[in-house]
């Protein structure tokens, strides 16, 4: 396993992968932020830094970096796999995302699955609101979802550090 640290506009990230899939992806604020950029070698950590690079410059709107499969229980599965059919720039609550999977009274274990997904913007979790429109519920905190929306809703021009 590797692991890199990638600066974005929402601060940095880690993420983690192996040779052929990215394990994870979340926020991290390091206690002593890497100075400069390393080399990496691991063609998993290039691809996604190459992809959310184009994601924050609008030129991307769905990553195709592979990810680890089976490290969750089979309802995370398969929300994390109905989170990455949102299409980009919209936005679906907790209750249309329980629906969508057949599990319509499973809003609290659906939005907890959703809350687990540990590949942050690459699986848009952030597209996932409430009932009301309201942006609850964002691991990478709530200022960080809303950027997010306004980033894929064409509101924000922004480039990588």
């Not at 996932?128 to 691991?139: D, H, K, P, R, T």
């Amino acid at each position: 396993m590797e692991q890199l640290h990638i600066s974005t506009p929402l601060g940095w990230m880690l993420a983690q992968a192996d040779d052929t899939s990215l394990l994870a992806l979340r926020f991290d604020e390091p206690q002593t932020p890497p100075l400069a950029p390393h080399t990496v070698s691991n063609p998993v950590l290039q691809l996604l830094a190459q992809e959310l690079e184009a994601y924050f410059a609008h030129r991307l709107t769905r990553f195709t970096v592979p990810l680890a499969g089976g490290e969750g229980t089979p309802l995370q599965i398969r929300v994390w796999g109905a989170l990455q059919e949102i299409p980009y720039g919209q936005t679906c609550t907790y209750a249309e995302l329980a629906a969508a999977l057949g599990k319509p009274k499973a809003v609290r274990p659906v939005a907890a699955a959703n809350g687990q997904n540990p590949w942050l913007v690459i699986v848009p979790c952030h597209r996932v609101i409430g009932s009301q429109g309201q942006l609850i519920g964002y691991a990478g905190e709530l200022w960080r979802k809303e950027y997010l929306l306004h980033l894929e809703q064409g509101g924000i021009q922004t480039q990588l550090f």
